[in-house]
């Protein structure tokens, strides 16, 4: 469901919600505290799309037409579903390939 505070909504996908799991389980193995404050971080970079939704860079990729916002060690790509929803489609690592990312293989 989306959540709005802002200008527009945000509806974060599946695959990105999997993506902060993954980042939390991964950093939670050396310290939950860290992983706790890195999970919130990201959801705050999130949040400041409410307000500026164009605040990403825009980032084209295959058919993929979204934006990305570069935050710490991570990409998350976002796209406008609707004129006033975005969807997070992943938080994406920047040390990983993007032609791994599931979440950006050719979807529509």
Same mark, same amino acid.
């Given at each position: ?24 389980? =991964? %950093?939670?193995?050396?310290?939950? +505290? ?6 919130? &971080?990201? @959801?705050?970079?999130?949040?400041? $799309? ?23 060690? =991570? %990409?998350?790509?976002?796209?406008? +579903? ?6 997070? &489609?992943? @938080?994406?690592?920047?040390?990983? $390939? ?11």
């Amino acid at each position: 469901m989306a959540k709005r505070r802002g200008l527009v909504n945000i509806e974060i996908l599946p695959t990105a919600k999997a993506d902060l799991n993954d980042i939390y389980q =991964y %950093i939670a193995k050396e310290s939950v +505290k860290y992983a706790k404050i890195e999970k919130r &971080l990201i @959801i705050e970079a999130i949040d400041q $799309l409410y307000t500026f939704p164009n605040s990403g860079a825009p980032f084209n990729y295959k058919n993929i037409e979204a934006r990305r916002l570069i935050f710490r060690n =991570y %990409i998350i790509i976002y796209r406008y +579903k609707t004129k006033d929803l975005l969807e997070v &489609l992943t @938080i994406h690592h920047q040390a990983r $390939l993007l032609s791994n990312n599931p979440a950006l293989n050719d979807e529509e």
